[in-house]
């Protein structure tokens, strides 16, 4: 079926998400839209996928002119989604998920499970989508979870598939996998409309991208595309991947960790007796693959888990049994994993999410009083400071997207004294510009004499910005190495080989190293 | 979805609950079709949250300019929380105007003979559904007959003297009391649940205030101010010490507040029973009632208006709560505290904020609160203390609390509205024979219909957008 979108314009009040866009997508083709977080691209499927009504332009199928009024429409003229963010009912299998809200019945009236086990049986079985019907959707990793979705999508015969950022939950591994059905999809003549702003990725699938920029098309290009040249179309200016800094003068130590353990709940220990120091004025980069214990480590350092065994001083201070608030007070910033439920309260503005831990410091309060006017006139300041896109300071921060989401943890945590930088997964699901910002303000904390710890599941990252790396598996430090190690020798130390001996079999450990995180990252 | 857009219904959320949208509220009840009566509107408007913004633009002929009746379309179509609060009491007035006039003997019976008289049973249906309202308002807000009692006096002194004058405000005065305890209950439910809990323990917290109030007030013997100030601080203290119980269990043990509020007002119930019982204990000497004796005259809480009328200072204390809880939630870091741990208790964590230490210091407050509520009650109108004085407070401040959107503003009006429909229902009764039960089944229609704004949406074709109130329903919903 060929696609077409013409004029396509959508406007919230005074932004226009959308701006007279045109897309053609050919049957059995990937399209890629790429662009920043906020170009546009989710609103644009959204409106494709009749969940928004485009202000002007029209949707073609077959040259035919269509109009969506809901998502049920655009599933009968054979759109499918799979929005980033799995809609499926955890508690219910794979089969129940695909077969909800069009449910077979026997002539008794009631479900016919078996023939709908048998249909994703088949489908599995035709797209090489390996996935047992009667398994619990809660007890599948991420990966099968975005199978599951897939198999929803085209037992509602859709032609046309749209993928919402589907590789932001998936390990290396798991888009492999993604890739080649992708590729058995279109095969079968399905047309693919894969949304991403990740470079790689796009190249590596896509047939044709189209850039989005601030609401508009800016540009299609062949996939053959340089890396440079579909960056320098994403944000509208030649973007530096790799952050230009200066040698590390690294002075007193000023984060000294010296045999920590961390255990849950249930005693299982994620951190095992880890020992690092950070000096002032370098960046500390802690690879490993997700699940590693690295999460633990840093919410043991800022006070949110308890430590079972060993000890953290920070500047000489003892913090090991501090309060989250002590450790704010010693100097310590932080800034968490996950954003949204860690380090913002999407429900507050702008305004108040950037005091959020200094609320009752001085300007901001006296005595018990809040001090408005500090807080708004410092918001201002931070605003322009950090670039962060917003309509107001007085804007909720869940409106802004995540790339300024980021910017106002930042802008929060870099514009008050400390002394140590704590940055777990730090540019997680930003866009190219808003990645080289936040690594540029990394590096100049470094050159301000602080001391940075930095957390990073992307080794690109950890090369871009550590000036020495040390590598977790399995709650252990593996070992510290230069940021002129090999990736090779990286991902030794990250399926767990061992300090010193030579490579033994790097194969396994990769394979141990594809398939640990598929679990945590559920989660 | 990555990228969040801005949208419609955000800007709802955090609209200020009755500002924007004031100079809609008189037309908002006109809008919806149907007979509507005469005296409910005007009650609406008289008793409906925003009725002092009404002067700024008075809703006759002259304030009709084609912009200002766009906006108030707009503020109707686009359905925010607001206009659903209103259209659910339209709503509640309809249906209790249905059940009155359908559930009345004399018209079920000339409904019986409606194709002989057709016009009997309906003109009897609509007299009985907008009588009891104008009863019900001339008991809440302004009844006339007490000032052509007036005029017939000799003298103005001789009406003010022989109370005729006060009778003129005794409506208002007694919707201020009925309303104060309301309100200072409804608070007690509005403030845990900015910090994201849910306080059904209203009750138990208002016999805590209760218990140390009365015994303060018959037990000891404190010249004048001084007896007043200390029962009242009692009152808070008592109903503090229950709610604090409740947020050190859960800070302590993860009990869940709403489990445990429901199990204390069970135990403070039969606590309360058991002090009744026993002379020795709280028990009124001479009596086998399970009541206490009087509180001294010191003790009572002083009258604003002169002793014709029943309004007391509790009412300014109950205004004075709101403020403070709204000084408290907006303006200091303690409020900013409660609001993080409810809105985000693992971002207010990681920002250094003690959740557990909030949930201990809100629900103290909260509990304090109710107790106050019980101070009203017994130093303003009762006096004494017995198995029964908790009344309905504990749930009915949960109806005040949600119809106020667990915001102390919201909190007073939707207090001042139960209190004029409690205050009016006697005279209701009295007057047509419409049962006191009718107000209890007006505030249930009002409350179904704000926890479920879908339904309102539905029935007055609303564009969606929910604003506040549904987040509320759904954060009670935990």
Known sequence: ?523 | MSEQTPGPDSPAESGGPTVPEGPAVPEGPAVPEGPEPEAALTEIAAASPDSPVQPEGPPGEDGWAPGRARLILNAVMEGNSFIVTVLALVAALVVGGLINAFSNTTVLHAWGNFFSAPGHAISLAWDTAVGAYVELFEGSIFNPHTVSALFQQASISAAIHDGYLSAVFNPLSETAVQATPLILAGLAVALPYQAGLFNIGGQSQFIGGAIVATYLGYGVNLPPVIHVIVCVLGSFAGGAAIGWLVGELKARTGAHEVIVTIMLNYIMAYFLSYLLSFHYLMQAPGTVNPITAAIAGNAHLPLLFGSHLRINAGFLIALACAAGVWWLLERTTVGFEFRSVGKNPSAARVAGMNVERNWVLVMLIAGGLAGLAASTVIQGTDFTLNDQSFGTYGIDAITVALLGRGRPVGVVWAGLLFGALHAGAPLMQAATGTPVDMVQVLEAVVVLMIAAPPLIRALFRLRGAGGGLQVLARGWGA
């Open chain 1, 1 to 523: 079926m060929e696609l077409e979108l013409k004029g396509i314009t959508k406007r919230f009040g005074s932004l226009v998400a959308n701006d007279r866009i045109d897309l053609a997508v050919a049957p059995g083709r990937v399209h890629a839209l790429l662009g920043e977080n906020g170009a546009g691209k989710t609103t644009l499927m959204n409106v494709l996928y009749g969940l928004l009504q485009p202000d002007e332009g029209e949707i073609l199928l077959d040259g035919q002119a269509v109009r969506f009024h809901s998502p049920k429409d655009a599933i009968a003229a054979g759109i499918g989604m799979v929005h980033q963010h799995f809609m499926l009912v955890p508690v219910f299998t794979v089969a129940e998920n695909v077969t909800l809200g069009i449910e077979e019945t026997r002539p008794s009236g009631l479900l016919d499970r078996r023939k709908t086990r048998k249909d994703v049986r088949e489908l599995s079985r035709r797209y090489g989508l390996e996935v047992d019907p009667d398994a619990l959707v809660e007890n599948l990793p991420v990966g099968i979870q975005q199978r599951v979705e897939i198999i929803k999508a085209l037992v509602r015969q859709a032609t046309v598939l749209i993928l919402d950022e589907p590789t932001s939950v998936l390990t290396p591994a798991e888009t492999e996998d993604l890739f080649r059905i992708i590729r058995q999809l279109t095969d079968g003549g399905t047309s693919v409309v894969f949304i991403s702003h990740k470079l790689k990725e796009v190249q590596a699938i896509a047939d044709t991208i189209t850039v989005l920029r601030r609401g508009a098309v800016v540009g299609q290009r062949p996939p053959s595309a340089t890396e440079d040249e579909l960056a320098a179309l994403m944000v509208g200016r030649n973007v530096q991947l790799r952050v230009s800094k200066e040698a590390a003068k690294p002075g007193e130590v000023v984060l000294d960790v010296s045999d920590l353990t961390v255990a849950d709940e249930t005693g299982r220990v994620w951190v095992d007796g880890i020992s690092f120091q950070v000096r002032a004025g370098e960046i500390l980069g802690v690879a490993g693959v997700q699940g590693n214990g690295q999460t633990e480590l840093c919410e043991a350092l800022m006070g949110l888990r308890p430590a079972a065994a060993g000890q953290v001083t920070l500047a000489g201070h003892d913090l090991t049994h501090a309060t989250p608030a002590q450790r704010l007070r010693a100097g310590l910033a932080y800034v968490p994993e996950d954003r949204q439920e860690d380090g913002l309260i999407s429900d507050f503005s702008v305004a108040d999410n950037m005091v959020l831990d200094q609320y009752n410091q001085p300007p901001f309060a006296s005595g018990i009083n809040l001090n408005l006017g500090a807080i708004a006139s410092r918001a201002a300041e931070l605003v322009t400071e950090f670039d962060v896109r917003t309509t107001s300071a007085g804007t909720l921060v869940g409106t802004l997207s995540g790339g300024n989401q980021q910017k106002v943890i930042l802008a929060r945590e870099l514009g008050q004294d400390h002394k140590v930088l704590v940055a777990s997964q730090p540019t997680r699901g930003l866009d190219v510009g808003s990645i080289e910002f936040v690594h540029r303000r990394i590096v100049e904390q470094r050159d301000h004499g602080v001391a940075v710890l930095i957390v990073s599941a992307e080794l690109d990252e950890i090369y871009a910005l550590a000036d020495r790396i040390a590598v977790m598996y399995e709650g252990k430090i593996t070992g510290f190495r230069p940021p002129t190690v090999p990736a090779e020798e990286l991902g030794r130390l990250m399926a767990g080989g061992s300090d010193v001996a030579p490579d033994p079999a790097p194969d396994s450990g990769t394979g141990t190293a594809a398939s640990s995180p598929a679990s945590g990252a559920g989660t």
